[in-house]
């Protein structure tokens, strides 16, 4: 299974954005990138996926690297409430997703 | 909406003694997951069902068997409960993944202590 490679933790003042990278070096040409978040004693939440292009949506950005061996999750605005494990997952074709250690985001008032 | 709905939310449990985490969705989706978190970690795929009747092992199934009777329900079954399945559960689903890879939905996990 391909997996994904994140840093351990970043930290982020209130109100800045929020770049998350992810490394995947080996994805294949069907894995979808998706990204889901843990606030603390919670499921995971979804936040955003996609395939090739870059996508947008109410809660974040993935930017999409054009050889898709790297993507980024981009908060605009963090806020308080955006502190989080932050997952980067490969999912293969039957939706299986595969989780990392993620990324702790801090964020600063 | 209640989405994916897991009970119990806490259970504690001796060594050897059985027990069925039970899931349900409400949002008629025929993909349905259980994954296992251990503290500090990431979520471990334990089984999978693409739909009524049909199961498949995903990367931790020791120790644990499913079922899917109906599309709305997945329950866990712990046989021989061991120290170390003390952990967290939680069900997701989804729907068909196939043509654009749908995102799945958690509930708020079983947390589970064998002592």
């Known amino acids: 299974d391909a997996k994904t490679t994140q840093p351990n933790s970043m930290e982020s003042n209130e109100e800045e954005p929020v770049h998350l990278p992810c490394n995947h070096s080996?994805?294949?040409?069907?894995?979808?990138i998706h990204w889901y978040r843990q606030l603390p004693s919670q499921g995971p939440e979804y936040v955003i996926h996609?395939?090739?292009s870059n996508v947008n949506n109410r809660m974040a950005s993935l930017a999409i690297a054009e050889d898709r061996k790297s993507s980024t999750l981009i908060l605009h605005r963090a806020t308080l409430r955006d502190a989080a494990v932050y997952y980067c997952?490969?999912?293969?074709?039957?939706?299986?997703?595969?989780f990392g250690a993620g990324t702790q985001v801090v964020v600063t008032p | 909406n209640a989405g994916v709905t897991q009970t119990p939310k806490f259970r504690i449990l001796k060594i050897g003694q059985s027990m069925t985490l039970q899931c349900t969705q409400d949002?008629?989706?025929?993909?349905m997951y259980w994954y296992r978190q251990d503290p500090g970690m990431g979520l471990k795929l334990i089984y999978y069902?693409?739909?009524?009747?049909?199961?498949d092992k995903g990367e931790v199934p020791n120790g644990y068997n499913v079922s899917r009777s109906t599309t709305e329900d997945f329950p866990l079954r712990l046989e021989l409960a061991a120290p170390s399945q003390t952990s967290v559960y939680f069900c997701?689903?989804?729907?068909?993944?196939?043509?654009?890879?749908?995102?799945?939905?958690f509930g708020d996990g079983t947390r589970l202590s064998i002592l």
């Open positions: 997701a689903s989804s729907s068909r993944p196939g043509g654009g890879n749908q995102p799945q939905h």
């Open positions: 949002m008629n989706h025929n993909y």
């Open positions: 996609g395939l090739t």
């Open positions: 069902s693409v739909g009524a009747g049909i199961t």
């Open positions: 080996t994805i294949s040409g069907t894995d979808y």
């Open positions: 997952i490969l999912s293969d074709s039957w939706g299986k997703l595969q």
